[in-house]
């Protein structure tokens, strides 16, 4: 099949516009067109902002006929998930109390991408404010997976994963509380990366979980990913959890190989719960990565498995705290009916919150709550500086620790929707990377049931340039990352 423009890679993309081979208003067309051909059945999308792309794209177009530089990112197409807030375009968090919110200010990452030049074709669905791991916590509608499209794309960022793999975004950008770039990543077969905590604003990111959440790219191979973190990465004075650490040419990582690099391969990540083939497809990444130098040998994590129910207290503590501003007065969904202000706060977050997210804020008050707080909140605290002490002794010995993404690949819609604990599993093998802070990625490494299965680096804090410097070598001596799903269009 040959390449259609829509199909391209951002640096592939990016010189076939320096070559005049192809004008920024021609590749957005491209992939509205592809949109509008897969849109129907993927339901990635939540808002399309057709119009304001093609200008966007013509003045691209104007400033190269006027023999101006071309930018890495410039003119190319790309998504944002409906968290981050775009100025004048409106960012609902797929939540029926933000339906109507349209942000006075831009996020940091938009206003970054949009000083870059990048083209916005729109806005992207996901789990209501990010919390769940199928998608299908949307309160408008699930998204479906490209490769299968009985399949859910994973979450929170399944919009973000669906459109980079069906093709309707050239890049998007989602954020990481507990896996939500990584695992859709993993089951729609692109690459996602979760940067460490502080290493990209959040500003304008709005809030889950604040000691955890972070935003990261989401492309289709290692070299845009690269480029992409390149262009949000940095410190920002109006984030306080940013961090003010030098950001180095991720590009440059990608010309290492990675001869002589220890490997740490944790035994607590291939335990009980991980599917056998996706096993299978991670232990010939690793043969893989020895093939090509590296010295991978197992070791130990042991406090993983007190990761997920740490994470279970942790954050939906935080989300009860975070969400309490949402009641119906100074702006989204408000009941109308009510005949007294606490009978309106308690009609407007009833109707405007869908289950999962009610589920996650009584737990979160419950174990924030006077007489509760050190059994539960607190002790969650100690188990996270176990994790994170884990982590600090295994990068001691290891420059990156390789692992699966996701226990299984992409389940059915509805299959784990009536249980809420099975659906958690999902996220066991990167829940514990948030707790600790740390950057990781996820890249395709092979099919198992004619579905994707994502291999996962973790890094040491703000090294990101040896996540992909290993991600790099691994794609560019595999076929995986060529792989499409075979989405019939209208």
């Known amino acids: 099949m040959a390449l259609t423009i829509h199909g391209l890679t951002a640096h592939e993309m990016h010189d076939k516009l320096k070559n005049k081979e192809l004008s920024a208003t021609e590749a957005t067309k491209s992939v509205l067109d592809r949109i509008s051909k897969t849109e129907s059945r993927v339901k990635a999308y939540l808002t399309l902002l057709s119009e304001e792309a093609l200008k966007k794209a013509e003045q691209v177009d104007k400033r190269l006929a006027a023999g101006e530089d071309l930018r890495p990112l410039e003119g190319i197409p790309m998504a944002l998930k409906d968290n981050m807030c775009t100025e004048g375009i409106k960012t609902t968090c797929a939540s029926k109390i933000l339906h109507n919110f349209i942000p006075p200010y831009n996020a940091t990452v938009a206003e ?6 990048a083209v916005l074709v729109g806005k992207l669905n996901m789990d209501e404010f990010a919390m769940g791991s199928s998608n299908e916590n949307s309160s408008f509608y699930p998204v479906h997976n490209p490769w299968d499209l009985e399949r859910a794309p994973g979450g929170s960022s399944g919009g973000s994963a669906a459109a980079v793999a069906s093709d309707g975004a050239i890049y998007t950008l989602g954020s990481d509380t507990g896996g939500s770039v990584r695992q859709p990543a993993s089951f729609c077969g692109v690459v996602g990366l979760k940067p460490t905590y502080g290493r990209v604003s959040r500003y304008g990111l709005i809030a889950y979980a604040s000691s955890l959440d972070q935003i990261g790219p989401v492309t289709k191979d290692v070299r845009d990913c690269a480029w992409v973190l390149g262009a949000i990465a940095g410190h920002d004075e109006k984030d306080s959890t940013s961090a003010n650490v030098p950001v180095s040419d991720y590009s440059h990582a990608l010309n290492k190989d990675i001869k002589g690099m220890k490997v740490g391969i944790p035994k607590e990540y291939f335990a009980e719960g991980l599917d056998e ?3 299978a497809k991670i232990l010939e990444a690793v043969k893989k990565l020895e093939d090509l130098g ?26 009860s705290s975070n969400l309490a501003r949402y009641d119906g007065v100074r702006y989204g969904y408000r009941d109308k009916n009510a005949e007294d202000l606490i009978t309106m706060y308690k009609q407007t977050r009833s109707q405007g919150f869908g289950p999962e997210l009610k589920r996650r804020i009584m737990l979160g008050t419950y174990a924030l709550s006077s007489g509760y707080y050190d059994a539960y909140y607190l002790k969650a605290l100690k188990v996270r500086t176990l994790v994170k002490q884990d982590f600090d002794q295994a990068f001691e010995r290891y420059d990156v620790i390789v692992a699966p993404t996701a226990p299984t690949v ?6 784990k929707a009536d249980d809420p604990l099975s659906m958690y599993l999902s996220d066991l093998f990167t829940i514990p990377v948030n707790l600790a802070g740390l950057p990781a990625i996820s890249i395709p490494c092979g099919l198992s049931q004619g579905m994707p299965v994502g291999l996962q680096i973790i890094g040491k804090p703000f090294d990101e340039a040896a996540l992909l410097q290993v991600a790099y070598n691994f794609e560019q001596n595999t076929p995986h990352h060529k792989l499409k799903p075979q989405l019939e269009v209208e």
């Not at 970054?112 to 030049?117: Q, S, V």
């Not at 991978?296 to 279970?312: D, I, K, N, Q, V």
């Open 277 to 279: 083939e996706v096993k």
């Open 294 to 319: 590296a010295v991978c040998e197992e070791m130990s994590l042991p406090h993983t498995e007190y990761a997920l129910p740490a994470f279970y207290l942790l954050a939906p503590a935080e989300a």
């Open 410 to 415: 992409a389940f059915r819609l509805g299959e």
């Open 112 to 117: 970054k991408l949009e000083k870059a030049g």
